[in-house]
Structures are given as structure tokens and as C-alpha cells.
């Protein structure tokens, strides 16, 4: 594809549902990330995958948070037991290889009511 | 604690000006310093500097790192209202090849 894809572009939900993020990855990069931005902040690190594994999980703030990439290219971010805390844009980066620019997606912004 | 700081926090130049946007950082595993323009969500790329000294330059944008200051500057000459955006600074550190980022500068050019 022509760039980094996320869907959807906008999800509001109410506290305490489940949610998953999708991210699409420019094609043939091996490494994908996800960021947090709250507003007037910069994006916040969540956790980096190389492959099918993550390599880094650690930005990711408690284990009501889970991302998957299950054959190397497509990722979604799982957030359980949605709090109103969570609101933020929610960016997917890819790269191709470790090290090597990243390219953003347009983001999900995430709204729990 | 990772740390980028960039300042100002936010600018307003009319058309035609030339601005200067700084980043600092103190980090524990410094491998290239990134330059981003943030519109709407998502944060566009703009330069990778990895090399003290050596200047990056696409366009009216250019960037300097300076590894012995830990810094890094964004410049834009004959600014148009098309900058405005915020500007956000992030250093590639670890590893994991996380970016760390600043808080940004956003730049408002008016006519």
C-alpha cells in the first residue's frame, strides 16, 4: 500500500467495553509500532514488533492492554475494560527494518464516555 | 528517564519570516534524532539526522545535529501558511528502536 492505514479513523464506545485497533503497515516493513498521544503531548511509546513477535512491550500501560501480529504485517491493539482515561489518538508506525525511519498512520481517536 | 525538550512550545511568524525550532534531549542510548510535521493526526516525516554536523535540507526545511550539545535545530526560511503544523522532535533510542518525542512546537504562520 501507499502508506500506513488504521481503521477506524474515529471510535467512541462507553467505559468498561471492549475495544481493537487495526493497523495496516506499508508493505514489506518488518517493524511496526504503536503510539499514544494524549492532547499537547507528544506520542507515547506502547510496544514495537518485529515480525510476528513483540520485541518491546514495555510503553504499554497495564495488562488491559494487548497488541497481536499474528502472520508479520496486519496488528491490532486490544484494550479490555475501556476507562475514560484511555481517550487519546491511538498512532500505528511502521519501519523497514529496526532503526530506520517511521511512518505514521493517520491515527484512531479513541473517545470512552 | 529518556527526556526531549523542545521549545518554544508555540511560535506565530507572519509569511516570509525565517524561524528556528530547538530540541534538546538527554537520553541513555542515542541513535538518530527524527524531525516530524504533525497536521492533523498523523506525524509526517521529515528528516533522520544520525551525524554531528552534517545538514539535512529538503526544500525551505533544514536540520543540524549536535551531538556534543545533545540538540538539534529545525529551520524554515520564507515561511508560508502552509507550516503551520506542530513540529515534533523524537530521538531513536535502545534497542527497541522506540522513539521518544517532545511535546512539539506548534508554529502558527499568519498572512
Known amino acids: 500500500g501507499a502508506g500506513v492505514s488504521q481503521t477506524p479513523s474515529n471510535k467512541v464506545t462507553e467505559k468498561g467495553k471492549y475495544v481493537e485497533l487495526r493497523c495496516d503497515p506499508i508493505?514489506?516493513?518488518?517493524?511496526l509500532y504503536w503510539y499514544r498521544q494524549s492532547l499537547g503531548q507528544g506520542p507515547e511509546f506502547l510496544i514495537y514488533f518485529q515480525g510476528t513477535g513483540a520485541a518491546d512491550d514495555s510503553g504499554l500501560p497495564n495488562d488491559r492492554f494487548f497488541a497481536v501480529r499474528p502472520e508479520g504485517s496486519v496488528s491490532t491493539l486490544k484494550i479490555q475494560r475501556t476507562e475514560r482515561g484511555d481517550s487519546a489518538v491511538y498512532l500505528c508506525?511502521?519501519?523497514?527494518?529496526?532503526?530506520?525511519?517511521?511512518?505514521f498512520g493517520p491515527g484512531t481517536r479513541l473517545t470512552v464516555l | 528517564e529518556d527526556k526531549v525538550v523542545q521549545s518554544p512550545l508555540s511560535l506565530v511568524v507572519h509569511e516570509g519570516d525565517t524561524v528556528t525550532l530547538n530540541c534538546s534531549y538527554e537520553?541513555?542510548?542515542?541513535?538518530?534524532l527524527l524531525w516530524y510535521k504533525q497536521e492533523k493526526k498523523a506525524p509526517t516525516f521529515l528528516f533522520m539526522l544520525t551525524s554531528s554536523g552534517i545538514e539535512k535540507k529538503s526544500g525551505r526545511l533544514s536540520s543540524i545535529l549536535d551531538k556534543k550539545e545533545l540538540s538539534s535545530i529545525l529551520n524554515i526560511t520564507a515561511t508560508q501558511t502552509g507550516d503551520s503544523a506542530i513540529y515534533l522532535c523524537?530521538?531513536?533510542?535502545?534497542?527497541?528502536?522506540?522513539?521518544?518525542f517532545g511535546t512539539g512546537t506548534r508554529l502558527q504562520v499568519t498572512l
Open positions: 508493505s514489506g516493513h518488518t517493524a
Open positions: 508506525a511502521s519501519s523497514l527494518m529496526a532503526a530506520s525511519e517511521q511512518f
Open positions: 537520553v541513555t542510548n542515542f541513535r538518530s
Open positions: 523524537a530521538v531513536n533510542t535502545g534497542t527497541a528502536s522506540k522513539l521518544t
